[in-house]
C-alpha cells in the first residue's frame, strides 16, 4: 500500500510539471508572436541643434596683468644678540613676541655686577696713574729751581775763580786761593750736571706716567664698554620677533635673543620665468619698474598694497629657473614678512588683441566661429597671454564675429548650434514639447515602468511628465535612444 500511495504521488507531481512547462512555452509563443507582428515605426530623422554660449571678439588696448605668488620680506631686520653673558635681571614690558619698541628703547639689563666692578677698578687705576703722573711733573718743577740754583752758583764760582786770577795777576793773591776758587766752580759744574740729570730722569718718569695714564684710560674704555653691553638697546623702531629669553634666565655671549623687524620697510619677493622676465627688461637690458599689487586674503578680507619693482637677484640659486624679483611696498598695512601674497604685475600695453575666456581656445590655437546659418567653422588665434579664466588673443579677420565661449567635444567644423548671447543667458530657455499618440505613451511608460537602472525618482518624473503630455523633446529621444 506503501509503495502504491508513493507512485501515485510521483504520478502527480510529474503531471503538474508538464503542465505548468505548457502554459509558460504557450506564453512565451504568444508573446513572440505580439512581438513578430508588430509593426515598426520609423521615426524621421533630424538634425541636432546644440544651444552653445557665444562671445564677439572686440579688439582693443589692453594692458595685460602678469599673476605670480611671492613672499613678503623686511629690508630692515635685526638679529639682537647679547654681547656678555649672565643672568637676564631686567625685561622690558614690551620685550615680548610682538611687541613694538621704539628706537632707542632699553629692551633688557644682564647682570652687571662683574663688569660694575672691573669698570670701579679701572677708575681707580687711572686714579693712581693721575697721581704718578701729577707726582712726576711736581718732581720735575722741582728739579728744574734746583737746576736754576746750581747755574747760579757755579756763575757765583766762576766770578770768584776770575776774581782770583786777577788779584794773582797783579801780584796781590796766590795761587792756592785761584785753585781753591777752581775746584769750587768744578763743583758748582758738577751739581748742575747732576741735577741736569736728575730733570731727565724725571722727564721719562713723566712719560711713563703718561703711558701708564692711557692705558688705565684704555682700560677704563673697555670697562665701561663692557658695562654697557649688559644692556640691549633698540637700535631702530619695529616689532619684535623670536624672542626667546624670559627675566632670570641665563644667557651666553653671542647668544641670539630676538629679531628686530622694521614693518614700514616691507618688500616682497617674486620668482618669474625666462620668458616672463623677458618682458620687463627694456632694450638696453635694464629692468623696468613696473607697479605691483601684494594681496593676501586674511579671513574673507583681501589686504592689498602697493609697489614698484626695484630689483632683481644677482644670480640664480642652484636648482632653480627664471629670475627672483623684489618690489618695495609703499604701505602695506596688516602685512608681515613670511606673508604668502598673491602678486600681481602691469604689463606694457598690447594693441590690437581681444579678451575670451580660455574655454573658447583649444590646445592648437584654435577656435570655432559662428559661421552661416549658425554653423561652425574652425579658424587660428594667436594666444599672447593667459589671465586666470581668459586668454588674450590676436585674431586677425575675426573682429566683430562671434565664436564659442565654451567649447565641448559635441561640437565641432560644420555643427549647426543655437547661439546663446551674454545678454540672453539670464533668460529663461524655451523648450521643446512633443505630442505623444496613445501608443507611443503606452510604449515609454512600458520601457519606464520595466528599467532598472533608473532612479526610482527620475522615473516618478518622468512617468508623471508623460501622464501629463508635457515630455521635453530632448528627454523623449534619450529614452527611445535606450529603447533602441
Known sequence: MRFI??????????AVTFGLMSYAGNSVWQALQSQWNEETRSRPARERVFAANVTTIAPETIAPVLTTFGEVRSRRSLQLRAASGGEVVWLSEDFEEGGTVTSGDLLLRIDPAEAQSALDTARADKAEAEADLR????????????????????????????????????GVGSQAAVETAELALSS?????????????????????????????????????RRLAETEVHAEFSGVLNNVGIVEGGLVS???????LIDPAALEVSFRLSTPQYARFVSDSGKLVGADVTATIDILGVNLEAKGRISRESAAVAEGQTGRLLFARLDAAPGFRPGDFVTVKISEPPLERVARVPASAVDAAGTVLVVGEEDRLEVAEVQVLRREADDVLIRARGLAGREIIAERSP???????????????????VQEEFVELDPERRARLVSFIEGNQFMPAEAKARVLAQLKEDKVPARMIERIESRMN
Do not use: H
Open 410 to 428: 559635441l561640437l565641432g567644423a560644420g555643427i549647426r548650434v543655437r547661439p546663446v548671447r551674454p545678454d540672453q543667458a539670464s533668460e529663461p
Open 253 to 259: 655671549a653671542n647668544e641670539t635673543l630676538a629679531e
Open 188 to 224: 758748582a759744574n758738577q751739581a748742575l750736571l747732576s741735577q741736569r740729570r736728575a730733570a731727565a730722569a724725571t722727564e721719562a718718569r713723566i712719560d711713563q706716567a703718561k703711558t701708564a695714564l692711557q692705558r688705565r684710560e684704555i682700560a677704563l674704555g673697555e670697562a665701561e
Open 5 to 14: 500511495r508513493r507512485s501515485l504521488i510521483g504520478l502527480f507531481l510529474l
Open 135 to 170: 707726582d712726576a711733573e711736581r718732581t720735575l718743577a722741582l728739579t728744574q729751581d734746583e737746576i736754576l740754583a746750581a747755574e747760579d752758583q757755579a756763575r757765583l764760582r766762576a766770578s770768584a775763580l776770575t776774581r782770583q786770577q786777577d788779584l794773582l795777576a797783579r
